[in-house]
């Protein structure tokens, strides 16, 4: 539902009266509170616009300073501090921020809240660097990202920040990365390469994002954790019908394609799976990406297969009648749902 500013003042004080007086429970209310959307003017886009600019700066200089060793070294000395001094100051930083923006929150748009919260994860990665700096070990780093992971999975759930959630879910997947790299045998984790483990884990993702529904708590979320897996899951399979499940690429070399294309017929049925899914349970995301891969995937074996040997010209006719038909197909299913949209209100 979108709102103009003072609309959305309205709506806000209805919702936190009938909460008051228990006609709303408090997940009701949060789920009410999401719903309301700001109802945006030209000035407010371009003002959007300026934010994710400045996010966009901030997150270029976090990358700077902390890339930048000697630029620390000279703050550290400056101020006479110590690591455990910069990350308990910036840990208290983060806890104001968070309490600040919490009570702030329902007066402000999500956009504006989300990259408020991304910059208090900022902040709290900051102080959880400097307390990493400490440990000395092989595994900091592994450390250092299931931390983040543990972290910003509890900021995200405590303020339903769906920006924060990504992080989180990022982190994860560059632990596992880590984690699977170092405790690998030959280039294999329990042997798989990378493209395999990563399909795993994808697979892994994309049910943790249906199962979301069920947690009361979690389900603010579970349309990004589908989303991610959903990714994750196909552009594994697409790798793997490329490199197979071989753990060094002079191994790949040295074999023929024909040898990986059972992994070709598995991301074919996947991605059939996913379009048939997603026209039965009108899921648009999974049907589109059913669609998306499985040309991927045909397109991908063309140039393995035939591009030597066909006629480049008539490679490109193909390729243009294929999404011309499928730009047609889109724009007359967009159609009809504006059909049906109009058929049904009043």
């Known amino acids: 539902m979108e709102a103009d500013k003072s609309e959305r003042k309205i709506l806000q004080q209805a919702i936190d009266e009938w909460e008051r007086s228990g006609k709303l429970t408090t997940e009701q209310?949060?789920?009410l509170r999401q719903s309301v959307e700001y109802k945006h003017s030209d000035r407010q886009q371009i003002a959007q616009y300026f934010f994710f600019i400045a996010l966009f700066c901030t997150l270029l200089a976090f990358g700077a300073i902390f890339i930048n060793e000697k630029l620390l070294e000279k703050i550290k000395l400056y101020f006479a501090w110590n690591d455990l001094v910069i990350a308990a100051i910036t840990a208290a930083l983060s806890v104001l921020w968070f309490w600040y923006?919490?009570?702030?929150?329902?007066?402000?748009?999500?956009?504006?809240?989300?990259?408020?919260?991304?910059?208090?994860?900022?902040?709290?990665?900051?102080?959880?660097?400097?307390?990493?700096?400490?440990?000395?070990?092989?595994?900091?780093?592994?450390?250092f990202l299931i931390l983040s992971f543990l972290l910003l999975s509890i900021l995200s759930i405590s303020f339903h920040s769906r920006a924060l959630w990504i992080g989180a879910i990022g982190a994860g997947m560059g632990w596992f990365g880590e984690f699977s790299t170092y405790h690998s045998t030959n280039?294999?984790?329990?042997?798989?390469?990378?493209?395999?483990?990563?399909?795993?884990?994808?697979?892994?993702?994309?049910?943790?994002?249906?199962?979301?529904?069920?947690?009361?708590?979690?389900?603010?979320?579970?349309?990004?954790?589908?989303?991610?897996?959903l990714v994750l899951l196909f552009c594994g399979l697409w790798g793997m019908s490329?490199?197979?499940?071989?753990?060094?690429?002079?191994?790949?070399?040295?074999?023929?394609?024909?040898?990986?294309?059972?992994?070709?017929?598995?991301?074919?049925?996947?991605?059939?799976?996913?379009?048939?899914?997603?026209i039965r349970y009108k899921d648009d995301l999974a049907r589109d990406f059913g669609v998306i891969f499985l040309l991927i995937n045909l397109y991908t074996r063309y140039f393995e297969y035939f591009w030597d040997s066909m006629n480049k010209g008539i490679f490109f006719l193909v390729l243009a009648v294929t999404f011309g038909l499928v730009g047609r197909w889109l724009e007359r299913n967009n159609r009809k749902h504006r059909k049906t949209g109009a058929v049904k209100q009043p």
């Not at 440990?135 to 592994?142: F, L």
């Not at 395999?196 to 603010?220: A, D, E, N």
Request: charged share 10%.
């Open 29 to 31: 209310a949060d789920d």
């Open 101 to 143: 923006i919490g009570r702030k929150r329902k007066y402000l748009s999500p956009t504006t809240y989300e990259i408020y919260m991304v910059l208090g994860g900022l902040s709290v990665l900051t102080s959880l660097i400097y307390i990493c700096k400490q440990i000395t070990t092989d595994t900091t780093y592994t450390t």
């Open 187 to 229: 280039n294999l984790f329990f042997g798989m390469n990378y493209p395999m483990r990563y399909t795993v884990l994808g697979l892994v993702i994309l049910i943790t994002g249906l199962l979301q529904g069920l947690i009361k708590p979690l389900s603010f979320s579970k349309r990004i954790t589908y989303t991610i897996g």
């Open 242 to 278: 490329i490199f197979g499940n071989y753990n060094t690429l002079t191994g790949w070399q040295q074999v023929r394609q024909i040898h990986v294309l059972a992994y070709s017929i598995v991301f074919g049925i996947a991605s059939v799976i996913s379009f048939y899914l997603g």
